[in-house]
């Protein structure tokens, strides 16, 4: 059984089985068995979801990799969290490696701010702590009203650049925007390595225009009868026009790699690589600048739509992603895409927290800015 002298179980909450390889490899390492459930869909898409064994009174770790269909797997990990804590389980831990909607952490003209609302969400649900990895923002942590380990991917991604790069020493780290700079140069400063930043690269821009912030304030009209106005004798000023400065529209600048990239092997890192037109692009800039091999580093390889084939077809040489979200269908399409197992780290955090042992290891020459 899952039980352990311990007094842990590990679930996993996924329906699909290639979501539960990571589970599986965790537990290996933990030297537990998968806790006995089911999660499946109605006919109708429901979810439901049953626990084949007692929980009562133990601590519980739901492991919840996250594929394509986002938000099956949500209702996958708040079914399964709201089940253990009707059966009475002490704690219920969430090893979510790659949070969903993460990107989606700020709020957007009359948007919303997703994060925060999956976080009260899990509350709700029962989640007791969070395991995750790589964080987009790391001030989502402050959108839980319970403890969140924000663990780091780039030890392992440091380690493959170091044995699977032949020559690394004549490489140098890329930062694809301005805004991706501190990782970059938390890598750089651990490799010893030098530091470019390409500036100028396409960003989403927001249009205004269609959003009506470039109407001018209501002015009261005094000179036609609407129906509206006060009887004559009562009639008040009119109210003044606001004059607000006038807002200088963003012109994105030419691109430009600041740090010389000529005859040396260029490492693109970043947390997420999901739609690839923006390192395809980076690529092709960095290859112009005379870079004669191109690596990407990310810890979350969500790879949509058509990203397996405009990698296949880029300038770039490789993509290394971690194993926090599912890829091999991605891989078979694309032999450029290799694979790095986190499993060790998230197995370590599961048994320190068990244990009640310090996290801190799992931090050590992780710098804030990683």
Request: hydrophobic share 40%; glycine share 6%.
């Amino acid at each position: 059984m899952n039980i352990a002298k311990s007094g842990y179980r590990v679930f996993s909450a996924n329906s699909s089985v290639a979501c539960t390889e990571l589970a599986k490899k965790i537990t290996e390492r933990l030297g537990v068995e998968l806790g006995k459930s089911v999660v499946f869909q109605e006919s109708n898409r429901e979810t439901r979801v049953d626990v084949k064994e007692s929980v009562r009174g133990q601590t519980i770790f739901i492991i919840q990799t996250i594929p394509r269909d986002v938000n099956t797997a949500i209702m996958e990990l708040l079914v399964m969290a709201y089940a253990l804590k009707t059966s009475c389980a002490k704690n219920i831990i969430g090893v979510i490696p790659y949070f969903p909607y993460s990107k989606q952490c700020k709020m957007r003209k009359r948007g919303s701010i997703v994060s925060k609302l999956l976080a009260s969400m899990l509350a709700k649900a029962g989640i007791t702590h969070i395991i995750t990895m790589d964080l987009h923002q790391k001030e989502i942590q402050g959108f839980f009203s319970f403890p969140v380990d924000n663990l780091r991917a780039s030890p392992f991604l440091i380690q493959y650049i170091q044995e699977e790069i032949p020559d690394y020493r004549n490489a140098i780290i890329v930062a694809k925007s301005p805004s991706a700079a501190k990782r970059a140069q938390s890598y750089a400063e651990r490799l010893r390595l030098g530091l470019a930043v390409i500036h100028g690269e396409a960003q989403c821009s927001e249009s205004d225009m269609a959003d009506g912030r470039h109407s001018p304030p209501c002015v009261r009209n005094t000179t036609g009868h609407t129906g509206l106005e006060l009887p004559p004798g009562k009639q008040q000023a009119p109210f003044p026009g606001i004059e607000l400065p006038m807002m200088m529209a963003k012109e994105k600048p030419p691109i430009t790699v600041v740090g010389d990239v000529g005859g040396r092997i260029a490492i693109i890192v970043d947390d997420i690589i999901d739609d690839v037109g923006d390192f395809v692009a980076a690529a092709e800039i960095l290859k112009e600048r005379g870079a004669y091999k191109i690596y990407i580093m990310a810890t979350h390889g969500l790879l949509s739509a058509d990203a397996p084939r405009l990698i296949e077809e880029s300038a770039i040489d490789e993509v290394v992603v971690t194993n926090t979200v599912p890829h091999e269908v991605q891989k078979l399409q694309c032999p450029k895409i290799k694979t790095v197992d986190v499993s060790m780290i998230l197995a370590e955090a599961i048994r320190r927290i068990h244990n009640g042992e310090s996290m801190a290891y799992l931090f050590r020459n992780i710098t804030v800015d990683d």
